[in-house]
């Protein structure tokens, strides 16, 4: 990725421009919640939207044909791993091979089969190691991670937190001393008011992959969540979670929240039936990408010394946005009943 284009790039138009691309072929209405992803996925990739949506949906047929009908990747969630492989310049052929190994190396160690959450896992993997398979090794720090969180929460954790696990394995420490930090982090967002749940946890599972400090992580997502909520009222329980990657952001508190919501707002005119989570979301994404590439100064980053923390917090944004992606309404990847809005039977792991 050059500068120049992402200093050139407004995040939200990009994301218009592609969805108005990806979305003119879809066959049903859950194709056109994952596109919405699959669109802020790929909002940093340099190729026109037309020739974009045309990779993706190329990508998305390839990962249908080659995955056995009953896996994740038969169902729309395809749309967004496509658009993640193409903006991290991964073959499919290579991704699929790295699905199967991991089932492999999960299922030796006690992590069996969990479908889209054990495929983002790969995925995040992927993103934070440069690893061309999942080894044994990471498998079992992903279990050994796995289980001491599930000895703090072991109502909250369950499946869902695998890509959470897969994104800490990268974590400097033992998995024991990795997760102390993820619990310190949980205790002091919920006695700053957060209530407990899945959101809360997710949140907390993040803050030590954003590469600052507990201490400081928690400081800044207590500042975000307060101006949010002087402006927007009491922030949903559903996006406890998403607000965490914009303590990414090295910009005042204001500046952030303004863009979040100015963002959302145009989301939510654009996107009136994702109004809610999925819209907050995404615009959190989206303003991340819009304040990633200027300085506390509010100037245009140049300086090579600048540019690479920028690269490394882009990195850890990827990162952390994978693993939120990886929350979405689980049921919308398995329908009540088997079967999608236009009464097909509807393949899911």
Not at 53 to 62: D, G, L
Request: hydrophobic share 45%.
């Amino acid at each position: 990725m050059h500068c120049d284009h992402l200093h050139s790039m407004i995040p939200l138009e990009r994301y218009r421009d592609i969805i108005a691309a990806i979305g003119a072929k879809r066959e049903s209405w859950a194709d056109s919640f994952w596109m919405r992803f699959a669109a802020q996925a790929a909002v940093l990739c340099p190729d026109p939207p037309e020739q974009l949506a045309k990779r993706i949906h190329h990508i998305a047929s390839a990962l249908q044909q080659r995955t056995a009908w009953y896996r994740t990747l038969a169902s729309p969630v395809r749309f967004v791993v496509a658009a993640m492989l193409i903006q991290h310049h991964i073959p499919v052929a290579d991704f699929l091979g790295e699905c199967d190994r991991a089932s492999e190396v999960f299922k030796e160690v006690g992590l069996h089969h969990h479908g889209f959450y054990e495929t983002m896992a790969v995925l995040i993997l992927r993103l934070s190691a440069k690893h061309p398979a999942p080894s044994l090794i990471q498998a079992d720090r992903i279990k050994s991670l796995y289980d001491h969180m599930k000895g703090f929460h072991w109502w909250l954790t369950g499946p869902s937190d695998l890509p959470a696990c897969a994104a800490l394995a990268s974590c400097p420490g033992p998995a024991e001393v990795v997760v102390a930090h993820v619990e310190d982090a949980y205790q002091q967002l919920k006695a700053s008011g957060l209530a407990r749940n899945h959101h809360l946890q997710t949140a907390a599972n993040l803050l030590p992959v954003l590469g600052v400090p507990i201490d400081e992580g928690v400081s800044r997502y207590r500042a975000l969540k307060m101006a949010f909520e002087v402006r927007n009222g009491v922030l949903d329980v559903e996006s406890y979670d998403a607000l965490v990657v914009l303590a990414l952001i090295h910009q005042t508190t204001d500046i952030i929240i303004n863009r979040l919501c100015s963002v959302r707002e145009e989301l939510d005119l654009f996107q009136p039936e994702q109004c809610g989570p999925a819209n907050f979301l995404i615009a959190a994404d989206l303003t991340v990408l819009d304040l990633v590439r200027f300085g506390p100064d509010q100037e245009q980053i140049r300086q090579p010394q600048d540019v690479e923390s920028m690269m490394a917090t882009i990195h850890a944004f990827h990162i952390a946005s994978a693993v939120l992606v990886s929350q979405v309404q689980p049921e919308m990847i398995q329908p009540l009943g088997g079967l999608d809005a236009m009464g097909w039977p509807y393949p899911y792991a």
